[in-house]
């Protein structure tokens, strides 16, 4: 078979007539071949004329049996699907050639070296728009911890003074839970049973100590303490926040306890609902059945989900106990644990929909020193995630005096469970109350 004819083999007409050695699939206009300016005659075989490359006069084929054309274009002009191509070399595959495809991965550059580049291409795309996210995040978040922390409430509460205790390590917190009713409307007065009463009282004082290392401490301070007060002789613990608000009230705890507080934080009924209800409630478990009308409450024993409301009730109720007081600053010691364990969980920090109602809860009616910021809050929450230990000051005796009942601590008990804690130590185990 003659050269041309292997060599074109593959684009022969589709009608199963061969085209002549050399010659294009399909017919090339006249215009072309006129201005291919070249003779035929290279076929290698000569017909009976003895011309090279042509038929005879009678159109019959050379020696090889095949019928040629009478005139043939240079492979430099054959047509490739249908379009003239330049150059001599071989057609080559659309998309590249086989070298190209297989140093870009094996394979043809239309298969494999297309394919080892596109997905690069989407590795990267993938790459900046996690990347733009994180920046994103990362920006919403800053803005965000500035911004809320601007909106927490400042509350002079710390002063030097004459005999103030040195500083101690750890860091030692009065957490003042008040009844204040602001903020709150008669409505919502009416549903949480808080009553009418005007003005402040605290309800509830605790001192909580978080050491360099290991458990931190809650120790309830009975309201009802009888302590000496700066400029008012000896009273109940709560009656120098009705005398000289937090600034009296931090002296007389830092006086009476040897130990200097680093922070305090105070918060009113309203905000003490809106913080429950930003957590979307708490699990608290009620070791017997509490009906108590004064605190709109009706519960049944066992652990149950509470709302803001329903817990405001629990933690208020003075139904239970022979000494109703002091059951009472146990409960308010579980239920500030299991929401401050709750609020710095993962599943609540993590999740937009309850971090960010949280943080805006808490700056709009918790009420800071003003050193306090909200990494200091943070950190009161992870804190507490270590199970801390809940106790009560060590008490002595139950005297009335002046006509009001109140409660005096046993001073040896007291004086070395403060003590500890001044050091950053454990606490003995006999100073601890259930």
Aim: charged content about 20%; glycine content about 14%.
């Amino acid at each position: 078979m003659a050269e041309d004819d292997e060599a074109t083999r593959a684009i022969r007409r589709p009608d199963g007539v061969r085209s002549a050695a050399g010659q294009p699939a399909h017919p090339v206009p006249d215009a072309v071949r006129a201005g291919s300016g070249h003779e035929s005659g290279r076929s290698g075989d000569s017909g009976p004329s003895g011309q090279s490359g042509q038929s005879g006069p009678s159109g019959q084929s050379g020696p090889s049996g095949q019928e040629k054309w009478s005139t043939t274009l240079p492979r430099i002009r054959s047509k490739v699907y249908g379009k003239p191509r330049s150059g001599q070399g071989p057609v080559k595959p659309i998309g590249g050639t086989r070298d190209s495809g297989h140093e870009a991965g094996g394979g043809f550059a239309g298969g494999g070296g297309g394919g080892a580049r596109r997905p690069r291409r989407v590795g990267r795309l993938v790459f900046r728009i996690i990347a733009g996210l994180l920046v994103v995040l990362i920006v919403a978040a800053v803005v965000g911890y500035f911004w809320i922390g601007s909106k927490l409430r400042g509350v002079e509460s710390l002063t030097d003074y004459n005999g103030r205790p040195a500083a101690t390590p750890g860091e030692d917190w009065l957490l003042v839970g008040s009844d204040s009713r602001a903020g709150l409307t008669a409505a919502q007065r009416k549903k949480l049973a808080t009553g009418k009463a005007v003005g402040k009282r605290t309800d509830t004082m605790m001192l909580l100590h978080i050491p360099s290392s290991g458990r931190p401490t809650l120790v309830s301070l009975p309201r009802d303490s009888y302590v000496p007060i700066e400029g008012h002789g000896s009273d109940k613990l709560n009656a120098a926040y009705a005398f000289g608000g937090p600034v009296l009230l931090t002296k007389t705890v830092e006086r009476v306890t040897g130990i200097r507080i680093d922070h305090y934080m105070e918060i009113g009924f309203g905000g003490f609902v809106g913080i429950v209800d930003a957590i979307g409630g708490v699990n608290i478990c009620v070791k017997q059945d509490i009906k108590d009308h004064k605190a709109g409450i009706n519960l049944k024993k066992g652990c149950q989900d509470m709302d803001g409301g329903t817990a405001l009730g629990y933690v208020r109720t003075r139904a239970t106990g022979a000494i109703p007081d002091f059951d009472r600053t146990q409960r308010q010691r579980q239920f500030f644990s299991a929401v401050v364990q709750k609020a710095a969980s993962p599943g609540t920090l993590l999740n937009p929909f309850t971090s960010v109602p949280l943080a805006l809860s808490a700056a709009d009616s918790v009420a800071v020193d003003p050193g306090t910021g909200l990494f200091n809050l943070l950190s009161v929450g992870l804190a507490m995630k270590d199970s801390p230990i809940t106790t009560a000051v060590p008490i002595g005796s139950l005297p009335t005096i002046n006509g009001a009942a109140v409660v005096k601590w046993d001073t040896q008990k007291a004086l070395r469970l403060f003590q500890a804690l001044a050091q950053d130590k454990p606490i003995p185990k006999d100073t601890i109350t259930k």
